[in-house]
């Protein structure tokens, strides 16, 4: 069966198993179908099962389910898994890893894309949204890398893992000390994981992918982002394709932007390794 016209089919990820962490709605379902029409088999996972209520904040921004994105993925002629997945929960990542070498066989991409935003003043800053934002932020994903990577070095054909981090994780943004610094240390963790797992040919990189239209910037109106241009959540599929298709022996180790995809980084572009 053929690809819908968004979903043009290249085979770049044929006979590959992806998971991606939120991939319900947003950029993470975005990645889900580009893998797909790039010949993967994909595990859609994330916490929402079922269609919000027309009055849920998250309706405009994608109908916001696991099964949604399965099933789209499924109408353009690819093939999907959703798993429900809290990513706070160690037991839910673990099941998640075991699910799909259960259902697929094998792991050969892992994106840990789920993040959640923790916007307020130092000073008011609820302790419970710190929280989460350490929880999904980082704990999450240097968790998910616990319970894939096993499998995927016993595979010993390599593969390639890579986080969504932020421009926040590089600099000041206004009122969002909590969610740079969580993705300041999930930049650090994935870079740190990628030195880890080289021998194996395991890719590990950290992809930043501008100012996109989600639920998570609904407004556009972040403190001191206007100035960046606003994309759809398919402006990342091409670079995170590439992404998906590297070992550590072609690219790895990297914070790489989503907008300098075939500039400075991308086919046919040496990047020197960094420190
Ligand atoms: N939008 C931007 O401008 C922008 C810019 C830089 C970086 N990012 C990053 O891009 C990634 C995707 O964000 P987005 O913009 O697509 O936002 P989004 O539409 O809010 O999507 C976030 C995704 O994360 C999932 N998620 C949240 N908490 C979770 C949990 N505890 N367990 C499992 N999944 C969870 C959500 O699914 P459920 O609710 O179903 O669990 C949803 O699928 C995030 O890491 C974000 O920090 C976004």
Redesign the pocket.
Known sequence: MSMSANLPATGELRGKVAIV????????RAMSMAFAAAGAQVVVA???QNEPRPDSPFYK?GS?T?NETAQRIAEAGGEALPVP????DSEDLRRLAERTLKHFGRIDIVVS????DCESPVVDLEEDLLDRALM?NIR?PILLCKYVLPAMMEQKGGGSIFC????ASMGYREGRVGYSMSKAALDRAYLCIAEEVREHDIAVNVL?????D????RRGDWPGTAHIPMEQ?DSINQAAVWLAAQKASTFTGQRVERADFGITWGPGIHVPARD
Do not use: F, L
């Open positions: 962490t939120g991939g319900s709605r947003g950029i993470g994330s916490r929402t921004y916001g696991i997945c809290d990513v706070t894309n789920a993040g959640v999904v999450g969504i981090t932020s421009g930043s992918p501008g100012r996109v989600t639920w998570m910037n959540p």
